[in-house]
């Protein structure tokens, strides 16, 4: 299992606590890795301001499920969500499982949050349910296995 997270995230539990919540990135990370230990999965979890690093980090998690080492990637691309055709393709290039999540519900929020580009390349949206929504998309990205 892959959760990568975008630009700015790291800026978590520091500023705008009353839209992202009090959990710093780590915290974040500590609430996936006991989910995915849970779950009995491995779990690589990053985050980057970069949009290229990502694009290839994607590539990478492409290659992993390929060989069966990952179930695919929870994504919670940030701003990227609402400008990257290019994150898009790499989803869709990659073929790789992805449930874009969002700390957010970005529907209830300025009208540029409103279109994702990666949503039509998703199996899933988890979005406005704070840190739990990361819970969420990786128990449903577990799931595809079962079925
Ligand atoms: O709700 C989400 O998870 C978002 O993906 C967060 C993005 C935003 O651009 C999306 O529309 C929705 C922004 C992430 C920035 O995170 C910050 C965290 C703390 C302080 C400032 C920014």
Redesign the pocket.
Known sequence: MHVFN????N??????PA??GHDTLADLEARCRAVTDDLGLQMCFRQSNSEGELISWVHECGESVAAGDSLGLVL????Y??TSIALRDAVRGAEVPTVE??????HA?ETF?HHSYLSGVALGVV?GFGALGYDLAIRGLQRTKEQ
């Not at 975008?6 to 995230?9: A, F």
């Not at 919670?76 to 701003?79: K, L, R, T």
């Open positions: 975008g630009p700015n995230l800026l978590l539990g520091r500023r705008e839209v992202y919670n691309a940030g701003a969500t609402h999540v969002h700390l957010s519900n970005p929020r949050r979005a």
